[in-house]
């Protein structure tokens, strides 16, 4: 079961380019303007950043399974745990219709998460500029907490994923699917970006995640029976 929950955080990952692309796509192309290495070794500053980008997901996605299963432990009861996968169905299917661009309600989530926000961005200027790859580390780890619907989806998944280490890994095969998105953006491939951006490749992973959300509401609601 890790290998399909992997394989699709990778998925919504993948395609989520297009929302990746206008939430991080300043930022991600700020990272490589004005270093004073080589434009042929920018890439490691890209790497450094979403080396610590995908770390802030790693362990959002530690500290929210953690606390949910050691919760579920305490109260001995499993029916909060089931309404809780039910919730992280949901949720999979808003981010599908989302990517889908079918509905747009998503970006009313990422609403909730710009109050904590706006006291971390004023932190991020104190590595600027990035003069070393090294910064890009810690800068990178701050704007992995950027208000994100697509983060806050998967994490009500990871949330429900039964260990700290199963959450952990799902937001990191997550970070994992937007790589290809950030170094587009970094690198200016053109072709990529075609490719991440196609409305038939997003449209068809979209129903990929629609269906796996309605698959796992399923099985939570026979549960409660």
């Known amino acids: 079961m890790i290998e399909l929950n992997f394989l699709t955080a990778l998925?919504?990952?993948l395609t989520g380019a297009g929302h990746c692309i206008s939430m991080c796509g300043g930022i991600a192309a700020a990272v490589t303007m004005g270093m004073p290495d080589k434009p042929q070794h920018h890439w490691i500053y890209l790497l450094c950043y979403n080396l610590g980008?995908?770390?802030?997901?790693m362990i959002a996605g530690l500290i929210v399974s953690q606390a949910v299963a050691q919760a579920a432990t305490l109260s001995n009861s499993s029916s909060t745990l089931i309404l809780l996968r039910i919730l992280a169905s949901i949720m999979m299917i808003i981010l599908g219709l989302y990517i889908g661009k079918w509905w747009s309600g998503l970006t009313y989530i990422?609403?909730?998460?710009?109050?904590i926000w706006r006291y971390i961005v004023p932190i991020t200027k104190y590595f600027l500029p990035l003069t070393s790859p090294f910064k890009a580390i810690p800068f990178g780890f701050l704007w992995g907490w950027?208000?994100?619907?697509?983060?806050?989806?998967?994490?009500?998944?990871a949330a429900v994923s039964g260990s700290a280490i199963n959450g952990?890994?799902?937001?990191?095969?997550?970070?994992?699917?937007?790589?290809?998105?950030m170094f587009a953006i970094g690198t200016v491939a053109d072709?990529?970006?075609?490719?991440?951006?196609?409305?038939?490749?997003?449209?068809?992973?979209?129903?990929?995640?629609?269906?796996?959300?309605?698959h796992t509401g399923y099985i939570a609601i026979n549960q409660i029976w």
Not at 110 to 115: A, K
Not at 146 to 157: A, D, H, K
Not at 168 to 181: C, H, N, V
């Open 11 to 13: 998925i919504i990952g």
């Open 53 to 57: 980008r995908i770390s802030a997901y």
């Open 110 to 115: 990422e609403r909730i998460g710009h109050r």
């Open 146 to 157: 950027l208000p994100c619907g697509l983060v806050y989806s998967t994490l009500t998944w």
């Open 168 to 181: 952990m890994t799902i937001m990191l095969a997550f970070g994992l699917g937007t790589l290809p998105a």
């Open 191 to 214: 072709k990529l970006k075609f490719l991440l951006q196609n409305s038939y490749f997003k449209r068809g992973n979209a129903l990929f995640i629609i269906i796996y959300g309605m």
